[in-house]
């Protein structure tokens, strides 16, 4: 499945090692809409390294993270191998929890940690969801064959809602297609370099 997806020539697949801190969107570009755009500018703020997968439009094809296997790319897996912890961004959308940053993955004490920090720089309408109950159960990231999982000291999936995602004023994904940086991305951005700085 990953392999037919990489082959595509709409795909774009992307290695860039750095510190042994790493960030990731590997449903970035037109799928899950700029949340590459926030992992690849954390990282390089950060000295982290980065691996995304970033469609082309109109492609649309979503792969479960679990199938994002180390043993289908020489490129994510030397990824994973390089890195000791982890963050990935994903984004999603339920009517029930629009306005919700959802924070899974297994590294509950650095998914606290980027908590604090968002809920400290964040507008009060974004809720930061880290209590692992609190988070639907299909968005938690608690598998382990995801690949956030898969480091030595594991790591955290944020699930971004469309709200933080989306330029109002340009009626378009932030970052996407030429659309300007919404404010909210970029604050998301810094707040996220910081809490990687700190915890660093």
């Known amino acids: 499945m990953l392999r037919s ?8 697949e992307v290695c860039e090692i ?17 949340t590459d755009v926030i992992a ?3 990282a390089e703020r950060t000295g982290s390294s980065y691996y995304g997968v970033i469609q082309a439009s109109p492609l649309r094809q979503h ?11 020489e490129a994510l897996s030397s990824f994973v191998d390089h890195v000791d912890t ?3 961004i994903h984004g999603y959308g339920r009517d029930d929890r629009f306005w919700d940053v959802l924070l899974g993955g297994r590294n509950r004490e650095l998914a ?3 908590g604090d ?15 692992i109950d609190e988070i639907p159960k299909g968005l938690r990231g ?4 995801n690949p956030v999982n898969l480091p030595p000291s594991s790591g955290v999936q944020i699930e971004l809602p469309p709200p933080i995602r989306w330029n109002k004023e340009a009626t378009n994904w932030s970052d996407h297609e030429g659309t300007p940086r919404a404010p909210q991305v970029a604050m998301l951005i810094d707040l996220l370099a910081a809490a990687i700085l700190a915890w660093r």
């Open 112 to 114: 606290g940690h980027i």
């Open 117 to 131: 920090h968002l809920r400290a720089g964040l507008p009060d309408q974004y809720g930061i969801v880290d209590e």
């Open 5 to 12: 997806l990489l082959a595509r020539p709409e795909v774009t």
């Open 142 to 145: 608690q598998h382990g064959a």
């Open 86 to 88: 982890v963050i990935a």
């Open 40 to 42: 690849s500018e954390v």
């Open 18 to 34: 750095r510190s042994t801190f790493g960030l990731m969107a590997f449903h970035g570009g037109n799928l899950e809409r700029t």
């Open 63 to 73: 792969i479960p993270s679990t199938k994002f296997d180390p043993n289908h790319s």
